[in-house]
């Protein structure tokens, strides 16, 4: 009776481990698709929707809030198609890794508690190098509020969109063909490549970002969810553009609360890419990580 079954249990999963094959390489192509088009849709959504709202890109030469919050919600939209299309295709749960873990909540506002620490540290040595200075801008206490908050929840929509699609749809597929210490490496390097037509990008800047990206995916594995790193995402950002007045990855944001000027070398300050492309956006993520392992248990969902 045992021998009958073998034959039958070995073919079920030869044809499992068959069926699993063709889903990955199914997962990739459509991966592939979304690069190509991805961008002329959301050129096709945004621009018309952000013309009716009359919504300008730039205010006084800064991005303009209201623009940024219509591109983002948009991007989001177009982010969530993308991991769908892929747990579809992986047969994969929305409730599942590494959308569902435990803990959602406490893990984004831990993220985005790290992400302002450490890069207002980074920004605050720079200040202490001598090497920038920064003043309060001039703003009512009811402008600096409305645009505090609207520019953190614009970023947190912004963050989690890029956190589905480099630290979920990407991640999900990279790890079935390398396995998940080769989906972090993978990840980090998506991470640089799609920010390669930021303004002022610079090799450091890139470089930071591919760290900064295998640290998010990393921490994807190690809290069992993406939450951490959606609330990381957004602590970093809000803390150098509209909290500082930095650039955030080559841009200024309307209405930020301090207003920071760069006078020193660029390796220091990060020049026109903001204190991201710093040296010391390198220690800052290094630190992240220590916070990450300190204030958080290690749960990596086995494969």
């Not at 079954?5 to 592939?32: I, M, N």
């Not at 803990?103 to 605050?124: D, N, S």
């Amino acid at each position: 009776m045992m021998r009958d079954d073998k034959p039958g249990a070995f073919l079920h999963r030869l044809s499992a481990t068959d069926a699993a094959g063709r889903q990955k390489w199914f997962a990739l192509g459509f991966l592939v698709l979304a690069w190509f088009v991805f961008d002329p849709v959301e050129r096709t959504i945004n621009h018309p929707l952000a013309a009716a709202l009359d919504l300008p890109s730039l205010v006084n030469g800064e991005m303009s809030l209201g623009h940024y919050a219509v591109l983002m919600v948009v991007r989001l939209l177009l982010d969530c198609i993308v991991v769908g299309g892929v747990l579809g295709l992986l047969d994969l749960r929305w409730r599942g890794f590494p959308l569902a873990g435990r803990g959602a909540l406490r893990l984004a506002l831990l993220g985005i508690g790290i992400g302002i620490v450490v890069m207002t540290g980074a920004i605050l040595a720079i200040l202490a190098m001598g090497s920038a200075w920064a003043a309060v801008s001039v703003q009512s206490g009811g402008a600096a509020f409305a645009h505090g908050a609207g520019w953190l929840a614009a970023d947190f929509v912004g963050a989690t969109g890029e956190e589905l699609y480099g630290r979920v749809a990407v991640l999900l597929v990279a790890e079935r063909f390398v396995g998940w210490r080769g989906a972090i490496v993978v990840s980090g390097l998506m991470f640089s490549v799609l920010h390669l037509g930021n303004p002022g990008a610079s090799w450091i800047w890139l470089l930071r970002l591919g760290v900064q990206g295998a640290l998010l995916a990393y921490a994807v594995y190690r809290t069992g969810s993406v939450w951490w790193s959606c609330g990381y995402h957004t602590g970093w950002n809000w803390a150098s553009a509209p909290l500082f007045g930095a650039a955030g990855s080559g841009y200024f944001d309307q209405g930020h609360l301090l207003t920071f000027q760069p006078t020193g070398s660029v390796w220091i300050t990060g020049g026109s890419v903001g204190p991201e492309g710093s040296v010391f956006a390198f220690v800052a993520v290094f630190y992240a990580f220590g916070l990450l392992c300190a204030m958080t248990p290690g749960r990596r969902a086995r494969r």
